[in-house]
């Protein structure tokens, strides 16, 4: 599939200890932040995720360079099966290939690269299989946090929430812009449920879960269903429905999943 984005890292060396002790690392690691032509990001930032994962404002030079591999993969601009070389990224950041090393021992924790002996890392390749095993699992959890938010019914999280959700009515219209607003919606459903082991564990799949809530979300119509249901998820946390909002959030999950398999399953047949 031709990729809609052509964005290239401008291949800056990585801050040193020394900028990331004046607190200048958040800084630099936006400029380097991957964009199309237009000037639309990849739709995700995967150092959202570690911080968000870490309870930290700043993340080491390997997960640094994780997480803008990381957004390459999650944009298409690394495609499944690709290649990723030590040495040229190496090269590209400026650093040695020790980082390098233990940056793509993150990606493959994260599911988004396999380290194959003697050949190196490649992209992971997206299969109907893997997106039914682990949006099942999604959706259990998410389902249960939706739940534990409606039981909750903490009058802050729920209007943090709802303001995430208009989020994404203003996005509708934007692919990528709705997945990012989706994408961080979940995460704060996630918080909301008060448990951290729990937030732990659906964060955990966030970047895992990304490349094919991209393709579940890829149509208007699509777009339009998960916010009507993100909107009434929102309600029945309001007046604390735990039933319904654990229906609704399994809901989400689910039909983004079929999506995504359909999706899939005919690329599989028309490669």
Known sequence: MTSVFAMGLKAEPLPTRQDKAAGRLAGASQRAKPRSRSGESAGVDAAMVWRFDKGEPTLSLSEQIASRVAERILGEVKKPAERILEQQLAAEFRVSRGPVR???RILEREGLVEIIPRHGAQVTALSVTEVKNIFDI???LLGLAARLAA???EP????ALAASIEKLARAAQSHIAY???SYETSLLLAAASGSERLRAMISSLA??????TRLGLSTAERRTQSLRNWRN???ALKEGYEDEAERLARQLVADSRDTA????GRRQKNP
Do not use: G, P
């Not at 970047?207 to 094919?212: A, C, K, M, N």
């Open 179 to 181: 997945l990012q607003a």
């Open 151 to 153: 039981q909750r019914k």
């Open 156 to 159: 802050q999280t729920i209007a």
């Open 261 to 264: 398999m359909a999706l899939l």
């Open 233 to 235: 998820l929102a309600k």
């Open 138 to 140: 999604r959706a259990s």
């Open 102 to 104: 233990e940056a793509l």
């Open 207 to 212: 970047l895992q879960t990304f490349r094919y």
